[in-house]
């Protein structure tokens, strides 16, 4: 991904807000046109009741009727007349809320759909989330009406319920209705669309989580660089002094010191010890050529296992380096991410990679519990001029459509509404929050409040209740970068960069979007559901696997044992999987 991909994926220009404006006003005045134009039509039969979306217009009239309703859908500010029902299923969990007598059918959501879009949202059934694809299956096996809408982050049952047949390929309907910042944000990444791809057909819209939420930063005890006079370390041979600094003078008079913190699990069993969230160790390997426990794209194009393939044994070889010389705590196959938090507190740790989010938690443990402590993030460290680590994916599932469904059309305009609120504009609908007195509340003096305590009755996650919840899976760590380019500008008042948040967690979220733009960070390339293959072999492998890594780096094993493991990895299934991850790969094409 390059930097424009990432920054284009962002709005709130000035000139795109003047935009907005006049295309609201442009809908607003063709929408009147529309229902002065148009006689009863459609299943409805209603006045200005909006004909199915498959209804093609037969008059110079209609035509021009249907060109304003399709750019009243786009803007969102469309309303059927008569309201359009979707149909929907939910999986629920703790986190689902409720106040003032509401339920998941009857909400400040549902009502606002109604009221605003003309849209009945109608919820057939809801079952807590471990039971949703038992209830889904059990459906479709009775061929029983299924609902308009799915959206499942379970990638198994979305297969199953596309290759049924009963969702069908949205390609032509988001051509035709999606507005222009839902085509900006579903095209701001070229895996977006992989995990609902099959054979060219978009069978679905992609369900996103935020970008880059445990990508690699290299976090290091700034106190003890300072006390040693030595600068953050940028390479593999500046981390080695400084973590051989740490070793021999044992800053701040601390025993017992880990130089880097890496959470390896439990003895390899852990299903990937190279990349736990906290204290992962991928960026070992990235420089030589490989990130491991995940699919890569070979040079051929071809997928390929990225712990198999000769660059490994470059990472290795210097894991067991480090690990010998004691860099890496002998008990790091024991540690998890929270027992790694826990020393972290402590202030044991000299250096460790996690995400950017970091300056909320473990850091200020540290800061308490060590007078003096703290630690400070920096790009993780090169090798030959290179840097590379995982980078986390932020798809999660999708949206599936019935086929058959007539109001496609009604359903982008209920996420294109939504969708307009991810920016959050000033003097937007959704400027502050959902639904006021439910995330967010105007307080007597004028101010807005999204603690609990302040809000009537509690806060309550709105979101919840969405058919989809809308995001640009880009803007969280995109916002917080340009807020750490305001703070380093400088012309700020004290209370003005107290605003703007944490400055660690800032500079840390500039690193990765950095790291974006430097191609430091490698995605995944498989994201489908589990193959056959996996299903049946991938236990056994991903034992093979780590157990083998494990007694590389633990020195049970010479480093040559790496060629041993790859050929009994292809040999138990490993070949097979292969085959079929490249079979997926090539149907997203």
């Not at 009963?166 to 085509?183: E, M, N, P, Q, T």
């Not at 913190?261 to 069993?269: D, H, K, R, Y």
């Not at 490989?290 to 894991?319: F, I, R």
Request: proline share 6%.
């Amino acid at each position: 991904m390059n930097a424009s991909e990432i920054t284009g994926t962002q709005g709130g220009s000035c000139m795109k807000r003047t935009k907005k404006r006049f295309a609201l006003l442009l809908s607003a005045t063709l929408l009147l046109s529309l229902l002065t134009a148009c006689s009863p039509n459609g299943s409805n039969g209603a006045a200005g009741t909006a004909p199915p979306s498959s209804a093609q217009p037969s008059t110079p009239a209609e035509a021009e009727g249907d060109a304003a309703r399709i750019q009243g859908i786009k803007d969102g500010t469309y309303r059927f007349e008569t309201p359009v029902t979707i149909t929907t299923v939910t999986a629920t969990d703790s986190s689902f809320k409720y106040k003032n007598g509401e339920t998941l059918s009857d909400n400040v959501h549902t009502r606002w759909a109604k009221e605003q879009l003309g849209i009945d949202i109608q919820h057939l059934w809801e079952v807590p989330g471990e039971q949703f694809a038992t209830k889904m299956r059990l459906m479709l096996t009775a061929k029983q009406e299924l609902p308009d809408v799915v959206t499942t982050m379970d990638i198994g049952l979305m297969n199953e319920l596309i290759e049924s047949g009963a969702y069908k390929d949205v390609s032509a309907d988001f051509d035709k209705y999606a507005s222009d910042r839902v085509k900006e944000i579903f095209s701001s990444h070229p895996l977006i669309w992989s995990q609902v791809t099959f054979e060219g057909k978009h069978m679905g819209l992609p369900y996103f989580a935020n970008a880059g939420n445990d990508n690699a930063v290299m976090w290091v005890r700034q106190d003890w660089l300072d006390e040693l006079g030595m600068q953050a370390p940028s390479t593999f041979e500046e981390l080695e002094a400084f973590m051989q600094a740490l070793l021999d003078k044992k800053p701040g008079n601390t025993d017992s010191i880990i130089p880097l913190g890496v959470s390896l699990g439990s003895g390899g069993g852990h299903p990937n010890p190279l990349a736990g969230w906290l204290g992962e160790s991928t960026w070992i390997f990235g420089p030589f050529g490989t990130v491991p426990y995940q699919w890569n794209q070979g040079a051929d194009g071809k997928l390929v296992h990225g712990s198999t393939v000769p660059e490994m044994k470059k990472g290795l070889e210097v894991m067991r380096n480090w690990y010998q010389k004691g860099y890496i705590s002998k008990e790091a196959g024991l540690h998890d991410e929270n027992k790694l938090a826990e020393l972290i507190g402590q202030g044991r740790v000299g250096v460790v990679v996690a995400p950017y989010w970091m300056g909320s938690w473990p850091v200020p443990d540290l800061q308490k519990n060590v007078p003096g402590a703290t630690m400070k993030p920096y790009p993780i460290p090169t090798e030959n001029g290179k840097a590379g680590a995982r980078d986390t994916t932020f798809l999660k599932g999708g949206m599936l459509v019935r086929q058959g469904f007539e109001h496609t059309d009604a359903l982008f305009l209920y996420l294109n509404r939504l969708f307009a609120g991810v920016d959050k504009e000033p003097g937007s609908e959704f400027e502050h929050g959902w639904a006021e007195d439910y995330d967010y509340t105007l307080k007597a003096d004028g101010t807005v409040s999204t603690v609990s305590e302040d809000i009537p009755g509690g806060s309550v996650g709105v979101y919840k209740y969405f058919l989809y919840e809308p995001k640009d899976p880009f803007s969280v760590l995109q916002q917080s970068a340009d807020k750490g380019d305001l703070l380093e500008q400088g012309n700020l008042t004290e209370a003005e960069a107290a605003a703007l948040g944490n400055p660690d967690i800032l500079k840390a979220a500039q690193i990765v979007v950095d790291g974006w733009a430097k191609d430091s960070y490698w995605a995944p390339k498989f994201l489908g559901a589990s193959t056959p293959a996996m299903q049946s072999k991938g236990g056994i492998t991903t034992k093979l696997e780590g157990e083998a890594i494990m007694a590389i780096i633990y020195g049970r094993k010479p480093l040559e044992d790496f060629d041993t493991f790859v050929k009994e990895w292809y040999s138990i299934g490993g070949e097979q999987m292969t085959k079929e991850a490249n079979e997926w790969f090539d149907s997203t094409k």
